[in-house]
């Protein structure tokens, strides 16, 4: 028997890895012989550095970088074993773990740190940058990056806007005449973790806003405000990205990243999955578990149950889901190629009861499922 373990991070509490090395320890105690192949995953929030370098060799590079709140903070840039592609984890330097719960306003927060780690990769002499784009503390539709790379993002008065996402609410013209020539030369790719677009229902404002501190008013602000970014990046850019689909990811940092780098949006779950060759792993698999902190309806945007599903259901390999929070709309899941899915959480818990021993949890979840699945197998 052979059993595949393809799990996300747990955020804020375990990495894949580490997620990984629980959902083994519980196939363990009950079916110690077994088969197994572990791929740590990501989907281009947190983790996707590592699970790059993990799945292609290389080495992480530490910068410090300008902060989602304009303090500096440490960020990490991958460099892969061909030392010409470097990977970017957007949520290192502008993501929402940065940033305390009551500090937490999608109006003022920035992705500058992420267009300086891009800057930094150029300083490296990279060809290849893959930006993922996740767990964002911003909703400024990649404004601060562009900046950060020599863009001028000017009012009617050919000032230059504040940052953050109420800065769009004053542009007026784009001037990309400093922007950083090696641009140019680079080929970028954005791994989203969703497939959003811009703007409207589906959109970064109205889906996402509200998880990184918006208020139902500033989600109606920030949708005219990212309204208005891409009105002026289509006359000013020629590009048209309200409706593109990952424009709205990380705040409609896809969009930014597609309009100033001409990057390819692309999903980051299907990148990972290639550089871990994922597929022909699948073909000759049993049964497979896969996983993230949280399982809901964005989770059918593009996260890693989602693309690890997919993949199973093509060989016909049952697939198990675990998470520490499970929602009504999970179950939709249930229909593209997930057998089950469980939580991880035996009671209602807070997220600091969670964080004492959260690895035990998946353990404990992952032995009691395999209980199950032996009295199956032995035809109970």
């Not at 990279?126 to 900046?147: E, F, H, L, N, P």
């Not at 949006?265 to 993230?292: C, H, R, S, Y």
């Not at 949280?294 to 093509?314: E, N």
Request: with cysteine; glycine share 12%; hydrophobic share 45%.
């Amino acid at each position: 028997m052979k059993i595949i373990i393809a799990p996300n991070a747990f955020k804020e509490t375990l990495s894949a890895v580490e997620v990984a090395d629980c959902i083994e320890q519980g196939i363990r105690k009950i079916l110690p012989e077994t088969a197994i192949e572990k791929f740590p995953l990501a989907d281009g929030g947190d983790g996707t550095v590592d699970a790059l370098v993990s799945a292609m060799g290389g080495k992480i590079i530490a910068r410090e970088v300008t902060g989602p709140l304009g303090k500096k903070v440490r960020a990490e840039i991958g460099l892969l074993g061909d030392e010409m592609t470097a990977v970017v984890e957007m949520a290192s330097a502008s993501g929402l773990r940065l940033v305390p719960l009551q500090k937490r306003n999608p109006l003022r927060t920035t992705t500058y740190g992420t267009g300086e780690l891009i800057k930094a990769c150029l300083d490296g002499g990279a060809k290849k940058i893959i930006v993922g784009v996740g767990g964002s503390a911003t909703v400024d539709g990649g404004a601060g990056m562009a900046m950060a790379l020599g863009a001028k993002l000017l009012d009617k008065f050919d000032k230059p806007i504040e940052s953050g996402g109420e800065g769009l609410k004053h542009l007026f013209r784009i001037d990309c005449s400093q922007l950083d020539s090696r641009i140019k030369r680079t080929k970028f790719i954005v791994a989203a973790d969703v497939d959003n677009p811009l703007l409207g229902k589906q959109g970064a404002a109205r889906v996402y806003a509200a998880q990184k501190g918006a208020t139902p008013k500033m989600v109606g602000e920030l949708e005219k405000y990212l309204t208005n970014f891409a009105r002026v990046i289509k006359k000013d850019l020629g590009v048209e990205v309200a409706n593109l689909p990952g424009a709205g990811a990380a705040g409609g940092l896809g969009a930014g990243l597609a309009a100033f780098l001409n990057a390819r949006i692309e999903q980051g779950v299907d990148i990972v999955i290639k550089a871990w060759e994922l597929k022909e792993k699948m073909k000759n698999a049993d049964l497979v578990f896969t996983g993230e902190g949280s399982i809901d309806r964005q989770t059918l945007y593009g996260k890693v149950p989602f693309g690890v599903a997919k993949i199973a259901k093509k060989y016909g390999v049952p697939v198990i889901a675990i998470a520490g929070n499970v929602e009504d709309g999970a179950y939709m899941l249930l229909e593209y190629g997930i057998e089950a899915i469980f939580s991880t959480t035996p009671r209602i818990m807070t997220l600091a009861e969670i964080r004492k021993n959260p690895g035990q949890l998946i353990t404990n979840t992952v032995e009691q499922i395999m209980r199950i699945y032996r009295l199956r197998e032995e035809g109970c």
